[in-house]
């Protein structure tokens, strides 16, 4: 693989970004998690664990029209998954 990076910050950078879809019942690929990690910049091998997680809906309302579609709610943009930001773990 052959790769060049290239950003304006370099903080939190480079990062290989995740998005894993897979069937449903009904056979529709729907997403079944996002994760991110950050590339090492010394070179050789490496192993590295990505955190994945699944967006949830913020309503009610939401909850219940994502369950009765049969579709999970999906980032329109994954690079958001890159952010850090708004993604803190809620109290079970």
């Not at 897979?22 to 070179?43: C, E, I, K, L, T």
């Not at 309302?61 to 850090?84: C, H, I, N």
Request: positive net charge.
């Amino acid at each position: 693989i052959d790769v060049t990076f290239k950003s304006t910050n370099p903080y939190g950078w480079p990062q290989i970004v995740l998005s894993v879809y897979g069937p449903d019942v009904f056979g529709n690929d729907v997403v079944r998690g996002y994760g991110a990690v950050h590339v090492p910049f010394s070179p050789g091998r490496h192993k590295r664990t990505i955190p994945m997680f699944v967006p949830e809906s913020t309503s009610k309302l939401q909850k219940f029209t994502s369950w009765f579609m049969g579709r999970r709610p999906e980032y329109t943009d994954p690079k958001v998954v890159a952010q850090g930001e708004g993604r803190e773990a809620q109290p079970g």
